[in-house]
Structures are given as structure tokens and as C-alpha cells.
């Protein structure tokens, strides 16, 4: 599977910013999909994921509310839309994508074996 990210980008605090992830090269629809993020200095942290079939949704708990995963098997995309976007928001932002079917609690603990080549989500004033 390779994914590719697009539409990282300079925003203000408050703003919204929408980036993608388009994936090829396997069954897209039987993929779960997650978004992580790594901000400078940061380990790697799981922002938010959406399991395949049943398409339910998990967040990190500082994002909850704010951020909105969503899959479309058509366009072989993931997206994640970001409102109210914070300066601790700052990241490189990568998607991932998994053939497990993960139980909600375990979702930033699946093996992710496959992984976009990030895009930079600067929040700033």
C-alpha cells in the first residue's frame, strides 16, 4: 500500500485546515485508517482512526470534538478535518493504515504497516 498526504499547510489559531491521504495498491475499503502526529521534540502521538467495515471513529482525547476523521473507499482517501485549530496542534501529521479490525479501546496499538510521508501542520500567529 502506498499513501501519499497532501494539504498540510500555515494556518492561524482558530482556523480550520483539511489534509487527505489517497492510497494504493491494496483493497482500500478493507483498510482502517488513523492519523498520527509528531510534533518537535515529541514522541509520535495517535490523533484520530476509523475502523474498516463498520467505519466506527476513535480520537485522542485533546482533539475530541475539534477534529473529524472520515473515509472515502471510492477516492481510495482519508481526511481529517480540524477546526479550532491550536498552536499545540503543531505537528507533522502522518496516515496509516491497518488490515486489523481494531476494538476502539486498541486502536493506537494495532500494528500500522503502512505509513504516508507526513505533512506539516504549523498553527501560528
Known amino acids: 500500500v502506498q499513501l501519499q498526504a497532501s494539504g498540510g499547510g500555515l494556518v492561524q489559531p482558530g482556523d480550520s485546515l483539511s489534509i487527505s491521504c489517497t492510497g494504493s495498491?491494496?483493497?482500500?475499503?478493507?483498510?482502517?485508517m488513523a492519523w498520527f502526529r509528531q510534533a518537535p521534540g515529541k514522541e509520535r502521538e495517535f490523533v484520530a482512526g476509523?475502523?474498516?467495515?463498520?467505519?466506527?471513529?476513535k480520537y485522542e482525547d485533546s482533539v475530541k470534538g475539534r477534529f473529524t476523521i472520515s473515509k472515502d473507499n471510492a477516492r481510495n482517501t482519508v481526511s481529517l478535518q480540524m477546526n479550532s485549530l491550536e498552536p499545540e496542534d503543531t505537528a507533522v501529521y502522518y496516515c496509516?493504515?491497518?488490515?486489523?479490525?481494531?476494538?476502539?479501546?486498541?486502536?493506537?496499538?494495532?500494528?500500522?504497516?503502512?505509513w504516508g510521508q507526513g505533512t506539516q501542520v504549523t498553527v501560528s500567529s
Open positions: 495498491g491494496r483493497t482500500f475499503s478493507r483498510l482502517t
Open positions: 496509516a493504515a491497518s488490515t486489523s479490525n481494531p476494538a476502539l479501546s486498541a486502536f493506537s496499538a494495532v500494528p500500522y504497516a503502512y
Open positions: 476509523i475502523r474498516w467495515g463498520d467505519r466506527h471513529t
